[in-house]
């Protein structure tokens, strides 16, 4: 597609000393973390602690008040999309994200292969027989091959997820944003969910950013995993070193305890 070659050991991600307020409100505060290619980061947290917000920065449709956003090398914070030249690079990096919404966003006027074609259809030249043959194979790794021409209503939550994540992969993403994937699922049709992952991840090679509360999702699909909480990244690192050191926000957080480090708000 024409874009620049990275070198393989540049994160797919770095924040460093990321913060966010509205009004008083601070929301991320000193946030600094990597994430490498190829990975697959889970950020936990409580409601209203920032995740969402941290995603908005990563894609550039929210400026931090402080700190750098590194997206495969490029600063986004530092991008102005009133300047022509930054608009295009912005655009470009936009182009390298996937994005799985919580509620699936699906175009409910428009059937299953639409919405998969869509992004094809919005951001590359391909002809309609690439369409075609892109949207069946990406239907197909998801398993809803045989609901190409149904509309988003006629299918089921668990169906619709995957829908949207064979549009979230429609046009080879870099990095794929998923935005609590599990919620509104029951807990088989989480875990089958969180099995997709593992095998998009297997065969395609993106990263992938996960924002959740499912501490099981968690640990089924981690490589590393972040906490935020209160503002902060209380703990973030290599899964398996991240449950050994069980901060109290996360083991709160595990155990479902209302009292905590965890301020209720
Ligand atoms: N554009 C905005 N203007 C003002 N406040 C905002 C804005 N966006 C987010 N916030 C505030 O930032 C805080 C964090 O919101 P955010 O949506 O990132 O939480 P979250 O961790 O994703 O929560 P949840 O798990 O419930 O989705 C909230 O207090 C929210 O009200």
Do not use: W, Y
Not at 16 to 30: A, E, Q, R, W
Not at 159 to 187: N, Q, T, W, Y
Not at 211 to 234: C, F, P, Q, W, Y
């Amino acid at each position: 597609m024409g874009e620049k070659v990275i070198p393989a050991d540049v994160p797919a991600v770095v924040l460093d000393g990321v913060s966010k307020s509205f009004g008083t409100n601070t929301v991320l505060d000193g946030v600094s973390l990597t994430i490498d290619r190829g990975s697959i980061a889970v950020m936990l947290g409580p409601s209203g602690t920032g995740k969402s917000v941290l995603l908005r920065c990563l894609v550039g449709l929210l400026k931090p008040d402080k700190g750098r956003v590194l997206v495969f090398g490029e600063d986004v914070a530092a991008l102005d999309e009133k300047k022509a030249r930054d608009r295009k690079k912005l655009f470009a990096l936009r182009r390298r994200f996937g994005m799985l919404f919580q509620d699936g966003a699906l175009f409910d006027d428009m059937t299953v292969f639409d919405n998969v074609a869509f992004p094809m259809r919005l951001h590359t030249d391909m002809s309609e027989a690439a369409i075609r043959e892109k949207v069946s194979d990406r239907l197909a790794r998801v398993g809803v091959a045989h609901a190409e021409q149904k509309f988003p209503a006629e299918l089921s939550g668990g169906m619709r997820k995957r829908v949207a994540f064979a549009r979230a992969i429609a046009i080879d993403p870099d990095i794929v944003l998923c935005d609590e994937p599990s919620s509104g699922l029951d807990p088989v049709m989480s875990a089958t969910l969180d099995e997709l992952i593992l095998e998009l991840h297997r065969t395609l090679g993106m990263t992938f950013i996960i924002i959740s509360h499912d501490t099981a999702e968690a640990r089924k699909v981690a490589d590393t995993i972040g906490m935020l909480a209160n503002g902060k990244l209380v703990t973030f690192g290599p899964a398996q070193q991240v449950f050994a050191e069980n901060h109290p926000a996360l083991e709160q957080f595990f155990t479902r305890a209302t009292v905590g480090p965890i301020k209720v708000v």
